[in-house]
């Protein structure tokens, strides 16, 4: 009887490209049926031969796995079926306060961010370090004196990205 060779159990993104799962076996010419436990995650419930490539789906508020079943088939025979698990994390949202204008030497207080999610971190990038706040960062953005050495209004965006389970 053949045995399958599995890929290892892996997370991934909410709408990321998961490539192609290959199969592959103690047993040359052996072929493979699979069956998936959970088709929201993007991927079909069932299917022959390697695991397609598919757009991962989880518009959710937590992590959703799928149970990948793999049975291998030789000469009208069948093998030992076979799992990994896929499990695909949502992405976070971030809250941010609103945008505010302010006189040089103004002393601006720390901005922190929220999401509708427990456990995401921030990260935050500044496009104009010339208004007294460094270009990057993470967790809440520092307090800081606004500055402006210039005769001419000066502006600048801060991007602030949710990080959870690793998806950005």
Known sequence: KPVVILP???????????????????????????TN????IGLASNGSGNLPSFSAVNNSTSPISAI???????????GTASSFTITVNPLSNVIVPGN??????????????????????????NSNTAIGLPGSGSGTVPAFIASNTSSVIIAANITVTPIRNGCA
């Open 68 to 78: 990948i079943t793999v049975t291998p088939y030789l000469n009208g025979c069948a």
């Open 8 to 34: 290892v159990n892996f997370a991934i993104c909410n709408g990321v490209s998961v490539p192609v799962s290959t199969f592959s076996s103690n047993i040359s010419g052996t072929t493979y049926t699979w």
């Open 37 to 40: 436990s959970n088709s929201s």
């Open 100 to 125: 505010s204008t302010v006189c040089s030497g103004t002393s601006i207080p720390a901005s922190s961010f929220s999401s509708s999610l427990p456990g995401t971190t921030f990260s935050w990038t």
